[in-house]
């Protein structure tokens, strides 16, 4: 997932996104705890993916309240 890719989108599906990534980040959390991780860079992934999304969402609101 890119920035390009997601500037596309709408903000609803924006916050879709963050929210399935929210999900991701607490079962990848969930796996490594109970030692069922295969691979642990996924965590990092997930974490900042969700990160880019609500960069695009604090670009969108700045540029909606201009």
Do not use: C, H, W, Y
């Amino acid at each position: 997932m890119n920035a390009n890719e997601l500037r596309e989108k709408t903000l609803d599906q924006l916050r879709e996104e963050l929210a399935n990534l929210k999900k991701e980040s607490f079962n990848l959390r969930f796996q490594q705890a109970t030692g069922q991780m295969e691979n642990p860079a996924l965590i990092r992934e997930a974490r900042r993916n969700a990160a880019r999304v609500k960069t695009i969402l604090n670009e969108k609101a700045k540029s909606a309240a201009e």
